[in-house]
């Protein structure tokens, strides 16, 4: 007798702990609605955009038309520009209104005898004006940019002379010219003074069209000239560039200064001392992908 007791009051606790056990997980052989799967919101990640590091010595992108500094770096040091400096040779010539049909010779003292650079002009070769201005800004052409300086109203040291009073009109306090190619490291500027010389220069229709010229040919006499733009990203049908000049000497590194649309939007880039034949490419296919990155996270809400 007691024996059964024992074995009765065991089966009680035991189906007990049971009926416990189901009501907790939620384990039930009693039929009913299945419950609903929760809903799980996931929050979409936007894409940080990560630190910027850039290797030209002195940068400067900035909003084209709102004047809104996005990126800076050493942007008020001043240095030497190299070829840059074409860009207000174009812009003076242009501005004395003369015949850019009118035939000009390459000379002997168009020769570069500091830097001993090489050239495509043989001495003696004859263009029009209109193709010398072309490939001293597409090619960075030193012979025929000297050579439009030379043939300018007063001669060479009035164009070197029309070129730094524009750049005092133009407020580019930080800007000096000694000669029309470049090739003097005493012509000089900031990048912030440049961003206001690539924004004056792109008011000009023929230096918007020819220092986005992919290549040219010139017939000088019995000579076929090709030429080629010395800024390879204007090969890319992906970078939409308004205008663009390269730069280099050993004094001012490679440059490089353009008006082009990213982020959707129309900017002013300059890069100056790139270390490096790809660096300056380099620096602006990443100042590319950060803003196109940055632009696109949302700013936080306040409240």
Same mark, same amino acid.
């Given at each position: 007798?007691?024996?059964?007791?024992?074995?009765?009051?065991?089966?009680?606790?035991?189906?007990?702990?049971?009926?416990?056990?189901?009501?907790?997980?939620?384990? $039930?052989? !009693?039929?009913?609605?299945?419950?609903?799967?929760?809903?799980?919101?996931?929050?979409?990640?936007?894409?940080?955009?990560?630190?910027?590091?850039?290797?030209?010595?002195?940068?400067?992108?900035?909003?084209?038309?709102?004047? #809104?500094?996005?990126?800076?770096?050493?942007? $008020?040091?001043?240095?030497?520009?190299?070829?840059?400096?074409?860009?207000?040779?174009?812009?003076?010539?242009?501005?004395?209104?003369?015949?850019?049909?009118?035939?000009? !010779?390459?000379?002997?003292?168009?020769?570069?005898?500091?830097?001993?650079? *090489?050239?495509?002009?043989?001495?003696?070769?004859?263009l029009v004006r209109k193709d010398a201005l072309?490939?001293?800004?597409?090619? $960075?052409?030193?012979? !025929?940019?000297?050579?439009?300086?030379?043939?300018?109203?007063?001669?060479?040291?009035?164009?070197?002379?029309?070129?730094?009073?524009?750049?005092?009109?133009?407020?580019?306090?930080?800007?000096?010219?000694t000669d029309t190619s470049g090739l003097s490291?005493?012509?000089?500027?900031?990048?912030?003074?440049?961003?206001?010389?690539?924004?004056?220069?792109?008011?000009?229709?023929?230096?918007?069209?020819?220092?986005?010229?992919?290549?040219?040919?010139?017939?000088?006499?019995?000579?076929?000239?090709?030429?080629?733009?010395?800024? *390879?990203?204007?090969?890319?049908?992906?970078?939409e560039i308004g205008l663009s000049k390269t730069?280099?000497?050993? #004094?001012?590194?490679?440059?490089?200064?353009?008006?082009?649309?990213?982020?959707?939007?129309?900017?002013?880039?300059?890069?100056?001392?790139?270390?490096?034949?790809?660096?300056?490419?380099?620096?602006?296919?990443?100042?590319?992908?950060?803003?196109?990155?940055?632009?696109?996270?949302?700013?936080?809400?306040?409240?």
């Amino acid at each position: 007798m007691t024996h059964r007791f024992f074995r009765a009051v065991l089966i009680f606790i035991l189906c007990a702990g049971l009926l416990a056990f189901s009501a907790g997980t939620g384990y $039930s052989k !009693s039929p009913g609605k299945k419950a609903s799967p929760r809903k799980t919101t996931v929050a979409k990640l936007q894409k940080v955009p990560q630190k910027l590091i850039l290797r030209s010595a002195a940068v400067l992108v900035e909003d084209q038309q709102t004047g #809104e500094c996005l990126i800076q770096k050493q942007a $008020s040091a001043v240095v030497p520009i190299a070829s840059i400096t074409k860009l207000m040779t174009a812009m003076v010539v242009l501005d004395a209104g003369q015949d850019l049909e009118e035939m000009i !010779s390459i000379d002997v003292a168009d020769v570069d005898r500091l830097r001993h650079s *090489r050239s495509h002009l043989p001495v003696g070769t004859r263009l029009v004006r209109k193709d010398a201005l072309l490939i001293a800004l597409m090619a $960075s052409e030193n012979r !025929s940019a000297h050579a439009l300086g030379r043939n300018y109203p007063g001669g060479f040291g009035a164009c070197v002379a029309a070129m730094n009073a524009k750049a005092r009109a133009m407020g580019l306090g930080e800007t000096r010219f000694t000669d029309t190619s470049g090739l003097s490291s005493g012509n000089v500027s900031s990048a912030r003074d440049l961003a206001r010389l690539v924004d004056a220069a792109y008011a000009y229709r023929l230096i918007r069209q020819f220092t986005t010229c992919r290549h040219a040919t010139i017939t000088s006499g019995r000579r076929v000239l090709v030429f080629r733009n010395t800024n *390879r990203l204007i090969q890319n049908p992906r970078w939409e560039i308004g205008l663009s000049k390269t730069g280099y000497t050993d #004094e001012a590194g490679r440059c490089l200064v353009m008006q082009v649309h990213m982020a959707k939007r129309p900017l002013l880039v300059v890069l100056l001392d790139s270390q490096g034949k790809l660096t300056r490419v380099g620096d602006a296919t990443r100042i590319r992908k950060w803003l196109e990155a940055s632009l696109s996270v949302p700013s936080p809400r306040r409240g």
